[in-house]
Nanobody, 109 residues
């Protein structure tokens, strides 16, 4: 199982980012996927969950989670970014106990 996040970076407050998670090594379309984030000095927190067929979506705040099963890719859209969104963002496939390496999002003027 391999998960590779991308799309992070430095963005000004109020901006937007779309994070991607490329999945391989398992049948991506069959699994619930999640995004977590971990800010400096804080515990990792769940920000979004999506079912295998884009059903059962739960999100925190300004996040939008989606997936393209044909491309084996998970997405996280974050709008109106705030400094408190600064964190490393991880994708995970909980049933396979697998995590990506994370992508850093820094929100600063």
């Amino acid at each position: 199982v391999q998960l590779v996040e991308s799309g992070g970076g430095l963005v000004q407050p109020g901006g937007s980012l779309r994070l991607s998670c490329a999945a391989s090594g398992f049948t991506f379309s069959s699994y619930i996927m999640r995004w977590y984030r971990q800010a400096p000095g804080k515990e990792r927190e769940l920000v979004a969950t999506i079912g295998s067929t884009e059903s059962n979506i739960t999100v925190k705040g300004r996040f939008t989670i989606s997936r393209d099963n044909a491309k084996n890719t998970l997405y996280l859209q974050i709008n109106n970014l705030k400094p408190e969104d600064t964190a490393v963002y991880y994708c995970t496939v909980p049933a396979r106990h697998a995590w990506g390496q994370g992508t850093q999002v820094t929100v600063s003027s």
